[in-house]
Every structure is written in C-alpha cells, then in structure tokens.
C-alpha cells in the first residue's frame, strides 16, 4: 500500500512560518523525486518546490524563491516544506508528490498523491 499523508497546515498571520511534512508509506522516498504542489480558490495547480530523487538538487517557483525551503529526511522516509515570511497569496491546499524518476522538474508524470493539507494566510 503506497501512500502520502500531509500535515502541518494551518492558520497564519501574514509573516508567519509553517513546516509541512509529507509521510511515505509502501515505498522508499530514496529512489523518487518529490514535489510540492499547491491550488488557491479559483487558480490551477501550480508546482511549488521539489527535489531530485538524490537529494541534492532543488528547484522552486519564483513566487516562494528565498522564503521557502524542501528537505527530505530518508532515515524517516519523509519529506518537509519549510515556509517563512507568508502572505495572503501563499493561501491554499498544498499537496506532496512523488514520481519513479530522478529529475523533478515539470508536472508530468507525478504517481503518488497525498489528499492535501490547508494553508490559510490572514490577519
């Protein structure tokens, strides 16, 4: 049974700082690419931040340059989100991601989903 289960969303004022954690279950996050994704009310899905299947290369959205930040812990076979300095814009479902490939760029070919955690930006 593979599976993703996110948490760690919430209510923030603007500012603040959340963690998201994503836990695999079924399969090992070391041989896969992982990937943040998030939709706002009434935006498509866009991609956030990912990491290759190594670990060693990340890749994020222009809009959360310098204020978030992926990491992965294998030994825990887990995968974080560390997001600072939140605005309103940042408010919506943010879901983890993998794929059997060792680029994560692009959102194509993602197979395991989690159902989401909400994020809420307000004063």
């Known amino acids: 049974q593979l599976q993703l289960v996110e948490s760690g969303g919430g209510l923030v004022q603007p500012g603040g700082s959340l963690r998201l954690s994503c836990a695999a279950s079924g399969f090992n996050l070391d041989a896969y690419a992982i990937g943040w994704f998030r939709q706002a009310p009434g935006k498509e899905r866009e991609g956030v931040s990912c990491?290759?299947?190594?670990?060693?290369?990340?890749n994020y959205a222009d809009s959360v340059q310098g204020r978030f930040t992926i990491s992965k812990d294998n030994a825990k076979n887990r995968v974080y989100l560390q997001m600072n300095s939140l605005n309103p814009e940042d408010t919506g479902i943010y879901y983890c991601?993998?794929?059997?490939?060792?680029?994560?760029?692009?959102?194509?070919?993602?197979?395991?989903w989690g159902q989401g955690t909400q994020v809420a930006v307000s004063s």
């Open positions: 991601a993998a794929r059997y490939m060792y680029f994560c760029e692009g959102t194509a070919g993602y197979e395991y």
């Open positions: 990491m290759n299947s190594h670990g060693d290369i990340t």
